[in-house]
């Protein structure tokens, strides 16, 4: 029972996760269409992100999310080019 309550829980942030970037992709399309450059659509998204996560979790927490980004990162997460199998 404990593991498909874990189970639950993770199929719960992934919807979470899902529709938290359907959000993020209507808002990027929108900046874009109001002709803002994707550059300064980025460092706005990053900035009020960092601001919420130290608001949330304190430096310290923002610090180890973005080393967890920085791995994933070099890890070839965000890559255009990655393909999921």
Do not use: C
């Not at 269409?33 to 927490?61: H, K, N, V, Y």
Request: net charge negative; hydrophobic share 45%; glycine share 6%.
């Amino acid at each position: 029972m404990e593991q498909s309550l874990s189970e639950l829980d993770d199929m719960i942030v992934h919807e979470k996760m899902q529709a938290a970037l359907e959000y993020q992709n209507e808002a990027w399309a929108d900046g874009m269409a109001d002709g803002i450059e994707p550059e300064i659509i980025a460092d706005a998204a990053i900035a009020l992100a960092m601001r919420e996560t130290i608001r949330l979790l304190g430096e310290s927490g923002a610090e180890a999310l973005l080393e967890n980004l920085r791995e994933r990162m070099l890890a070839g997460e965000f890559s255009p080019e990655r393909t999921l199998q």
